[in-house]
């Protein structure tokens, strides 16, 4: 599988625009960038997927770096319920691997 | 409520212990996995289900562990002769399809403690 690289952790102030980073230099033109997110004692929820061009949902949005060798996860307005790991997983649009492989996520903090 | 749900939340055992866990996944959801997660780490995949058939096993999957899901509904992971390396947070997810499209819903998870 391809790997992602994240920070080990970012601090936002709520009510702010939060950036979160990921690398994927090793991207195959077939994987889609998918974003999960676990909040504190909760099991992983999704957040949103891309595959070449920017997507927004009502969760947030993801810009695709051109080359789609980085991406970015934008939350517009951070909350304090914003507070969690972020993981940015690659998943084969081939259907040939259906889990999530997860790395060790970026743990975003919202200070009030 | 109609996600994901997991029994029981917290399990104590002793080493040597055989242990169940049970999943019930989102109703008409076909894909059930299994994942683990240890502290300060991702989850990592256990095995996967569609249906009732199990598609695929992790290497992490050790002989003392087994899954099944009968009738295609709810899955059960039991741990056989329990080790402390076995402590961890065991995760269950649904999805309704295999695609990329088809995102995955997750339980609340079973802690697993090992004494």
């Known amino acids: 599988d391809a790997k992602t690289t994240q920070p080990n952790s970012m601090e936002s102030n709520e009510e702010e625009p939060v950036h979160l980073p990921c690398n994927h230099s090793?991207?195959?033109?077939?994987?889609?960038i998918h974003w999960y997110r676990q909040l504190p004692s909760q099991g992983p929820e999704y957040v949103i997927h891309?595959?070449?061009s920017n997507v927004n949902n009502r969760m947030a949005s993801l810009a695709i770096a051109e080359d789609r060798k980085s991406s970015t996860l934008i939350l517009h307005r951070a909350t304090l319920r914003d507070a969690a790991v972020y993981y940015c997983?690659?998943?084969?649009?081939?259907?040939?691997?259906?889990?999530?492989?997860f790395g060790k996520g970026i743990t975003l903090s919202v200070r009030p | 409520d109609t996600g994901v749900s997991q029994d029981p939340r917290h399990k104590i055992t002793k080493r040597g212990q055989n242990v169940t866990f049970r999943c019930d996944p989102i109703?008409?959801?076909?894909?059930l996995y299994w994942y683990r997660q240890t502290l300060g780490q991702g989850p990592e995949f256990l095995t996967y289900?569609?249906?009732?058939?199990?598609?695929?096993k992790s290497r992490l999957l050790s002989d003392r562990f087994s899954a099944e899901r009968p009738k295609g509904s709810f899955s059960t992971l039991e741990i056989q002769r329990t080790e402390q390396g076995d402590s961890a947070m065991y995760l269950c997810?649904?999805?309704?399809?295999?695609?990329?499209?088809?995102?995955?819903?997750f339980g609340p998870g079973t802690r697993l403690t090992v004494l």
């Open positions: 997810a649904s999805s309704l399809g295999s695609g990329v499209r088809y995102e995955q819903f």
């Open positions: 090793t991207i195959s033109g077939t994987d889609y």
């Open positions: 891309g595959l070449t």
């Open positions: 997983i690659l998943r084969d649009g081939t259907g040939a691997n259906s889990k999530l492989t």
């Open positions: 109703s008409e959801h076909n894909r």
């Open positions: 289900f569609q249906n009732e058939a199990q598609l695929e």
